[in-house]
């Protein structure tokens, strides 16, 4: 069974300070994806990114940044001088590579910016 | 190019009585998830159509049953509602032949309210 832990239930930091959300994931899989969502107060969860378990390369996109540890089963996400913005919950994600690919979600990190 | 889309943004339900949400995949996409959100939890795995089939189903009763139409859109029923049944409704879209474009993209919800 395929399980996503996100340990830090609520997160607060003022602006301009760089915050990193943690994941940990278990899976029996040999490949399998991660993702991260976004998911602001409206509701709607807002991907983020994808990443393929094989590749193991950090990734960086804007003040986003996504460090991926196969050894640590971990997939951790850090938002560079945060923004008011970015006020949001978090969830990371795991699903299977082939077959179905049905989402397995974390309890979520929820983000509060201070001005 | 048009996301998913979810109708009703809204819904108040008495216990017993029964519910149709209704979703639209984002263009090109043909696979369809539905997902329940309870307040301050992850989004939980309902089930997944393609081809107008459930394909795979997770840990949730047959009072929840789903339908897929020719032109991909898709229905979720919860029949004999309780009130642990209220929670925020996702529909997720996808291509099924997955690749470089397999990410599920979300749409507002439905928030279902059973009193």
């Known amino acids: 069974a395929q399980k996503v832990t996100q340990a830090q239930t609520e997160i607060s930091v003022v602006e301009k300070e760089d915050v990193t959300l943690d994941c940990v994931y278990e899976?029996?899989?040999?490949?399998?994806?991660l993702f991260w969502y976004k998911q602001p107060p409206s509701g709607e969860l807002v991907f983020l990114i994808r990443r393929n378990s094989f590749d193991e390369q950090n990734e960086i996109s804007g003040r986003y940044s996504w460090n991926f540890q196969k050894s640590t089963s971990s997939f951790n996400f850090t938002i560079t001088a945060s923004q008011v913005v970015d006020s949001a919950v978090y969830f990371c994600a795991l699903s299977e590579v082939e077959g179905r690919r049905a989402l397995t979600f974390g309890s979520g990190t929820r983000l509060q910016v201070q001005p | 190019d048009a996301g998913v889309t979810q109708s009703p943004t809204h819904l108040i339900k008495t216990r017993g009585q029964q519910v149709t949400l209704r979703c639209s995949p984002k263009?090109?996409?043909?696979?369809v998830s539905w997902y329940q959100q309870a307040l301050g939890q992850g989004p939980q795995f309902i089930f997944q159509y393609y081809e107008e089939e459930e394909r795979q189903r997770g840990n949730f009763p047959d009072r929840f049953s789903g339908h897929q139409f020719p032109n991909y859109s898709s229905e979720l029923n919860v029949n004999a509602l309780l009130l642990g049944d209220s929670a925020l409704y996702l529909c997720?879209?996808?291509?099924w032949g997955g690749g470089a474009l397999d990410t599920q993209y979300f749409g507002p919800g439905t928030r279902l309210t059973v009193l």
């Open positions: 263009s090109g996409h043909d696979t």
């Open positions: 899976t029996r899989d040999t490949t399998y994806y």
């Open positions: 997720a879209s996808r291509p």
